[in-house]
């Protein structure tokens, strides 16, 4: 995120980052990402560590307490990840933990603080940049999933909240984007019914085909790669869980050269209604979240204007999706 939350002061940051052994002498707010808050600690002799504190109210799930149990299952799935030297894994406290609870609203983790090159979300890759990319997934969905790993669903997480909005009995509170969200989605709530039939549709026909899940990481997006020494590595796993690996491939394959390098690597054909599903997903997902944000009292800050330009081109994505 970019703003740093006005509720969490840098003392108790450096104090509960004792649990991981740190002695902190800095803890600097890092106004990076989208969703997280990011600090970089500082300790004696220079070393520095990079912070997370994951805004529970903002992972899609229903309550902080799920989204917190989610949370630590995925970040425990990558620490036993890290074997692979592509999976930038969260460090373990010394109860062995990869995520503390801070406060009731935010989660806390840590990781190894990497001086690499950040991916670009708005350039597109180029065909060698997305083979890289294809050929770590393939890597990771031949991994046997560990015991932790969540096994996830197609459902949403959050589509209680997208059908009581479409139906006009979602309560909404003040906030400069409310009024804007509520009126968005009611003009496109005609739309917005037919894209969850499909997509629940195509949910159906996934689930009578079958195929085996595999390990995936979720958002494999140029935001969540980061090059290093000549390496490309996978950050920011906290939506790993075993899945069909379209999951995962929907956002990088994009041609069907693309594809048949995947199967090669990977020994599995990717299902082109599965890419679909989880094309779609994305927006709906995206949807229901940036509604469930605007409903609750906020302010107009970078961040909101963020999510607010998220909603509306995740809606223009399904509005103007081929049928």
């Not at 969703?35 to 560590?49: E, F, I, L, Q, S």
């Not at 969540?150 to 949403?156: A, M």
């Amino acid at each position: 995120m970019r703003s740093r939350p006005e509720d969490v002061h840098e003392s108790r940051l450096t104090r509960a980052l004792n649990a991981w052994g740190i002695q902190a002498t800095e803890v600097a707010y890092a106004p990076v990402g989208f969703g997280d808050h990011h600090w970089v600690a500082t300790g004696a002799g220079g070393r520095r560590w990079f912070v997370t504190l994951a805004d529970l109210a903002l992972k899609g799930h229903p309550d902080t307490g799920s989204a917190l149990q989610a949370l630590r299952a995925a970040m425990d799935t990558a620490a036993a990840l890290r074997h692979l030297e592509f999976v930038v894994a969260p460090l373990k406290t010394a109860e062995g933990e990869t995520v503390r609870p801070f406060g009731t609203r935010y989660a806390l983790s840590v990781f190894p603080f990497l001086d690499g090159t950040p991916g670009d979300y708005d350039r597109p890759r180029t065909p060698a940049e997305r083979g890289t990319v294809l050929d770590l997934l393939a890597e990771l969905h031949r991994q046997p999933p560990p015991v932790m790993a969540p096994v996830l669903d197609t459902g949403l997480a959050l589509r209680g909240v997208l059908d009581r909005a479409l139906d006009g009995a979602l309560p909404w509170a003040d906030g400069p984007f409310a009024g804007p969200a509520r009126a968005l989605i009611a003009d496109h709530a005609a739309t917005l019914r037919r894209c969850l039939a499909e997509f629940d549709q195509l949910a159906a026909d996934l689930a009578e085909r079958g195929g085996p899940p595999v390990l995936t990481h979720g958002e494999p997006h140029p935001g969540n790669l980061l090059g290093l020494d000549g390496r490309l590595l996978l950050i920011d796993w906290d939506t790993a869980g075993v899945a069909p690996p379209e999951r995962d491939l929907w956002s990088v394959a994009e041609t069907p050269a693309d594809l048949a390098r995947y199967a090669e690597a990977a020994g599995r054909a990717p299902d082109p209604s599965a890419l679909d599903l989880y094309r779609m997903r994305w927006d709906l997902d995206e949807v229901s979240i940036y509604v469930d944000w605007f409903r609750t009292p906020h302010t107009r800050s970078s961040d909101t204007q963020e999510a607010w330009d998220g909603l509306l081109e995740s809606v223009a994505n399904l509005v103007n999706a081929p049928r």
